[in-house]
């Protein structure tokens, strides 16, 4: 079952505006990911934020995280024609010895040159 | 460092018929994870094996299988094929260790593509 529930579905922007994904679940969490998938490909982890964060940077990407409204959402700055690809959340949610991701459904992102 | 290899990358099989699919992990990971993605339902997990054990399994039929080696290579099996089953097959490894955040940190293949017709 899908823990995560990203939105909008698809989104297209033009090269250097800002994009921002969003993420609900619904479970208590450890930790919750964001990754990016380029057509038809595997996945590339982007980043890890903990359950007791509130924000976290990684050069052009900013995670923020609120565990009481269990949403969070992934900003991408500078937009370039690169980062065209489907960007999936996935919690972190197991129990002792389990190493399971639940994962949403993604949003496509389309960045116009 | 070689990156998790996936192979065949692409499939073509009958329904009825049965798969085997291979990953080798990264050098030094000893956790693999079985991931299904179709457009429909999107990424669904299946198992997890962490030395040469199943530690954890998502909701599907029997009919998917896994296994690991000793060398932290593994193959998941699919038998009686059905249509339902054409999708894209992911594998990720981990460290699988305890204690680091660094556990949860999956890096996937390139998948293998399975057409059922």
């Known amino acids: 079952s899908q823990q995560g529930e990203e939105d909008p579905q698809a989104l297209s922007i033009q090269e250097g505006e800002n994009a921002t994904m969003n993420c609900s679940y619904k479970?208590?969490?450890?930790?919750l990911q964001w990754y990016r998938q380029n057509s038809g490909r595997g996945l590339v982890h982007l980043i890890l934020?903990?359950?007791?964060?509130r924000e976290k940077h990684s050069g052009r990407l900013r995670v923020t995280l609120d565990t009481s409204k269990k949403s969070s959402s992934l900003l991408i700055t500078a937009s370039r024609a690169a980062d065209t690809a489907s960007y999936f959340c996935?919690?972190?949610?197991?129990?002792?010895?389990?190493?399971?991701?639940?994962f949403g459904k993604g949003t496509k992102l389309s960045v116009i040159p | 460092k070689a990156g998790v290899t996936q192979t065949p990358r692409y499939l073509i099989k009958t329904r009825g018929q049965q798969v085997t699919l291979s990953c080798s992990p990264i050098?030094?990971?000893?956790?693999v994870s079985w991931y299904q993605q179709t457009p429909g339902q999107g990424l669904q997990f299946l198992f997890e094996?962490?030395?040469?054990?199943?530690?954890n399994k998502g909701n599907f039929p029997g009919r998917f299988s896994g296994r690991q080696f000793s060398n932290s290579r593994s193959e998941m099996n699919v038998s009686t094929l059905e249509l339902g089953d054409s999708a894209l097959y992911l594998c990720?490894?981990?460290?699988?260790?305890?204690?680091?955040?660094?556990?949860?940190?999956?890096?996937f293949g390139a998948g293998t593509r399975l057409s059922v017709l």
């Open positions: 990720a490894s981990s460290l699988g260790l305890a204690g680091t955040l660094a556990k949860n940190i999956q890096y």
């Open positions: 094996y962490f030395s040469e054990t199943q530690r």
């Open positions: 934020i903990r359950s007791n964060e």
């Open positions: 479970t208590s969490i450890n930790n």
């Open positions: 996935a919690t972190d949610n197991r129990g002792a010895g389990s190493y399971q991701l639940t």
């Open positions: 050098s030094g990971h000893r956790s």
